[in-house]
């Protein structure tokens, strides 16, 4: 090195330094739980590399579906709430709801459980919205909902749309050939317009045929700001003053009906119970009962969940239900809300830290495990407890979780199960569903999404899991008796439409656990 003089000194340097470079910006061990995302825009001596990568990942799903032979016939059974939503842009309503004597509240935002007048009607959106969020709640005062619906009117880009977790997952279903479909609940004449008419309507006795209940969709734009805040996703915010999906005036009905079918359905797709809280206690609990005493005789039963406030119905939901169903579809947030109810010494505290807002796999893998002990525990001992009760003795043995970045499909084979345990179309079926209804596109356009490789190792149970470490599409694990398949998803950077969402994934995950491939 000393005869070396400076100018070969200098010459070294230059040659060694694209080496050095490479190795600090592509490191060949990545930190563990990182996430290397895929951007929309890239460099042009990267976009090639990129875009090859993310054309593999999109072919490495399609082939999990490619070529899928649906059934020759599904019977399905749909219910309970269904409604008419009116949707609108956040920027228009909401400055509308703020005036000199109601200003917008200051931080920290506090979510309500319901919604009793105009201030926490706020602080609970800007919770939600400052989180960018799913959330939902009922609005105590008919005379609220009313000057809020009023204002929503006001805008010019408003929508009138199929609403419901069961009408949206019947709506999407009728895109499927050979499915037989009777869809339970309240609609009326402008809902019924909008509906696929191969879908076989089942109303309650003596409604009126021109009613249908609004729920109000209140959207909001990755990076739209309000009161300071910018939003980090696009998302929505649901509010409804809905009497008849509360308190469930089909059920009983679209329970005989059902049970008088000449065939048995495939499965009965269960939804709504949500709107149960709004409810005083004892009247909620009574009708929680009832929900599991007119289960309709089914093969398979799927429960939708959605967006609960109150800690005391989620109590109450999951002392009661558990043993009715044996499939259950839910996002990260509702999976934090519950599990932080249900086992608040694991979950609580992370719920409150925000671990289910953009979660790690290792959280959701956890969770799930939880989830399905818990209920399946509750299970047996609404088993033990049961008398006259025949539709109780059911197990969950899957789970499909849907997140922003990636789904999961668990399947817990601790029991024997009814469901075909066909993990990766169902969870690829479902991603591709998000991504082109968000899109509002069916072939996927790779110039308008982005989407998350996330690398992960880590210990569950004594069961090592590395999530990662290659370029795949679904990625399979299994902790114990739990099976677990991961995809991921193709993200819109200007979403078309967010609501829906959740339920168009649980119903295309659905079918595709009936089908197989040639």
């Not at 807002?357 to 939880?370: D, F, R, Y």
Request: aromatic share 10%.
């Amino acid at each position: 090195l000393k005869e070396m003089n400076t100018r070969q000194l200098v010459f070294a340097f230059l040659l060694t330094l694209p080496v050095l470079i490479a190795l600090y910006y592509y490191p060949q061990n990545p930190p563990l739980s990182s996430e290397t995302v895929i951007p929309k825009t890239l460099t042009p001596s990267f976009t090639l590399a990129i875009y090859e990568e993310k054309t593999r990942i999109l072919q490495e799903l399609q082939k999990d579906i490619n070529d899928f032979n649906f059934p020759d016939e599904l019977i399905v059974a749909l219910g309970l709430n269904t409604n008419l939503d009116l949707i609108v842009s956040s920027s228009h309503v909401i400055p509308l709801l703020q005036n000199a004597t109601r200003p917008f509240p200051n931080p920290p935002y506090k979510p309500s459980s319901s919604i009793s007048d105009h201030d926490n009607f706020l602080r609970t959106f800007f919770f939600y919205f400052n989180l960018s969020s799913a959330g939902e709640r009922n609005v105590e005062s008919s005379q609220l909902f009313d000057e809020i619906i009023a204002h929503s009117l006001t805008d010019p880009h408003k929508q009138f749309s199929v609403g419901g977790n069961a009408a949206l997952m019947s709506q999407r279903l009728s895109a499927f050939p050979h499915i037989q479909q009777h869809l339970g609940g309240v609609v009326g004449s402008r809902l019924s317009s909008l509906l696929s008419p191969s879908i076989k309507l089942h109303l309650p006795p003596n409604q009126n045929p021109d009613f249908d209940e609004i729920h109000l969709i209140i959207e909001y734009a990755k990076n739209q700001v309000i009161n300071g805040i910018s939003a980090t996703r696009s998302n929505r915010f649901i509010v409804s003053h809905d009497l008849s999906n509360s308190q469930m005036t089909s059920l009983e009905s679209f329970y005989t009906e059902i049970n008088a079918l000449p065939s048995i359905p495939d499965v009965a797709i269960r939804a709504g119970v949500h709107l149960l809280e709004s409810l005083e206690t004892q009247a909620g609990r009574a009708r929680l009962s009832d929900f599991v005493k007119y289960t309709p005789n089914s093969k398979t039963i799927h429960l939708e969940l959605a967006s609960i406030g109150s800690n005391d119905f989620i109590k109450q939901l999951w002392q009661i239900l558990p043993g009715s169903f044996d499939s259950l579809g839910l996002n990260e947030v509702e999976l934090g809300e519950n599990l932080a109810v249900v086992s608040p010494f694991k979950f609580r505290q992370l719920k409150d830290q925000g671990a289910f807002i953009n979660p790690k796999v290792e959280t959701i893998t956890t969770a799930l495990i939880e989830l399905f002990t818990y209920i399946n525990s509750q299970a047996q001992n609404n088993l033990h407890k049961k008398t006259e009760n025949a539709n109780l003795g059911r197990h969950l043995t899957r789970i499909h979780l849907h997140s922003l970045h990636f789904h999961i499909v668990a399947i817990d084979r601790s029991y024997a199960s009814p469901w075909q345990w066909r993990g990766r179309s169902s969870v690829v079926g479902g991603s591709l569903r998000a991504t082109r209804q968000a899109c509002e596109r069916e072939n996927i356009d790779l110039s308008e999404v982005e989407v998350r490789r996330i690398r992960e190792k880590f210990n569950v149970e004594g069961q090592f899991v590395d999530v990662g470490n290659q370029v795949k599409g679904v990625e399979e694990w299994r902790v114990g008796n739990v099976q677990f398949y991961m995809a991921p998803v193709f993200v819109c950077d200007k979403p078309k439409k967010t609501v829906g969402l959740g339920d168009s994934i649980s119903a295309d995950g659905i079918v595709y656990e009936f089908g197989r491939q040639q």
